[in-house]
């Protein structure tokens, strides 16, 4: 098969990756941070291990501040649910994730209200001006995705956050579709809240996500229970990260997680992102001959854009291309509307959907090629 749908998730994961998950499981599988013994003691050590290359990898002073997650949605819920309180107001951009829309649509009932922002894909100044007018006096949190899951479209998260903090509201960056690949420092850039899979770009299993903060333990949680330190206490413990991490930690995944952190920073995140952009300007160049089919997005380059490309072949069903992909030619990509709808409303696309592709740092120009000859043989 061959597999472009590392939007998704990336596959396969890196040797030293499943190696590190193998061991984890056969040689130190113990409860990290729950007992004495060497076995827990190592799951604990390898554990904060991967928090420190977190913390050093995305611009943190302190490993405390990064928090484990069961993935993505789980650390932006945590965010969303625990600071957001009756009467505030938050301002999205309209690529967001329903792992986003979805909890701002349902605290809607409890008094919270948000506006959304629509982005230029060519014009950073405009969706500047875009999240200016969106800002009012009890905008309290603005969000906003690094890389559109859809489009592959980089916002513009520098200048973003700088204008947000001047209105005096916080900012939480969704880097899920950049972690691994754009240089993402929450100390330089002055990010409040990080919020990543493990499992795209870093190269993780799934089971792993991450939020990391600027400022600590400030957020309220929706989960209280064991976390192994001051025990004797009814009340959840303030200190971070075992204010969020109650129960048991998903050990082989974020020993996983660290091997990846490794695997990226070996490379580099500047390589990885100038391969798949290669990859990307290399399909869209053979695309762009067939007048069947339509990309919306200009053509892919390393300032504006990070892994992913959609299109259409004229006005078919996305997941009728996407299934003649998979079952003629064994090429896996995703269709319909990759749970972004407003990212569809955008370019008018939410009915039919589009064709994602999405390379990883495996993914060959052979691949490329393939996949625009079994595109060009569509009838
Ligand atoms: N945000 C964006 C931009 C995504 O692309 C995704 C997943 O595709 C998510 C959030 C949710 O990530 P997870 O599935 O790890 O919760």
Not at 31 to 48: D, L, T, V
Not at 59 to 74: A, E, R
Not at 79 to 85: F, I
Request: net charge neutral; charged share 20%.
């Amino acid at each position: 098969m061959i597999y472009l749908d590392n939007s998704a998730t990336t596959f396969p994961k890196p040797t030293a990756v499943r190696k590190a998950m193998n061991d984890a499981v056969t040689q130190y599988g113990a409860n990290p941070g729950r007992s004495g013994h060497s076995m827990s003691i190592r799951a604990s050590e390898e554990i904060f291990r991967c928090r420190s290359e977190a913390a050093s990898m995305f611009g943190v002073s302190s490993p405390d501040n990064v928090v484990f997650t069961l993935n993505c949605t789980h650390a932006i819920n945590i965010v969303l649910k625990g600071l957001l309180r009756k009467g505030d107001h938050v301002v999205i951009s309209d690529m967001e994730h329903n792992a986003v829309v979805r909890p701002l649509y349902a605290l809607k009932e409890r008094g919270i209200s948000y506006s959304v922002a629509k982005i230029s894909e060519d014009d950073p100044d405009e969706t500047l001006a875009s999240f200016r007018d969106s800002l009012k006096d009890n905008t309290k949190l603005v969000v906003c995705t690094h890389v559109s899951n859809v489009w592959g479209i980089r916002l513009p998260i520098e200048r973003i956050t700088a204008l947000c903090h001047q209105y005096g509201a916080e900012v939480l960056i969704d880097a899920s579709q950049s972690a691994g690949m754009l240089p993402l420092s929450m100390g330089d850039i002055g990010i409040d809240y990080l919020c990543t899979s493990g499992h795209k770009g870093l190269y993780s299993p799934m089971g792993v996500g991450m939020l990391i903060t600027s400022k600590g333990g400030r957020l309220n949680t929706f989960i209280e229970g064991g976390t192994g330190s001051n025990s004797a206490m009814f009340e959840q413990p303030d200190i971070m990260p075992d204010r969020f991490e109650s129960g048991t930690q998903n050990l082989p995944a974020i020993v996983g997680l660290r091997a990846g952190i490794k695997f990226v920073t070996s490379i580099t995140p500047e390589k990885i992102h100038a391969h798949e952009i290669m990859l990307l300007q290399n399909l869209y160049d053979r695309l762009a001959e067939n007048k069947r089919v339509i990309l919306y997005t200009p053509r892919p380059d390393m300032l504006h854009s990070g892994g992913v490309l959609s299109f259409n072949i004229k006005d078919a069903d996305s997941e009728v291309t996407a299934d003649y992909l998979n079952t003629r030619y064994g090429i896996a990509v995703r269709a319909g509307l990759h749970c972004a709808p407003l990212a569809h409303k955008h370019f008018g696309t939410e009915k039919q959907g589009t064709v994602r592709v999405s390379p990883s740092y495996f993914t060959s120009i052979r691949d490329m090629a393939v996949l625009s000859q079994a595109i060009n043989s569509y009838k």
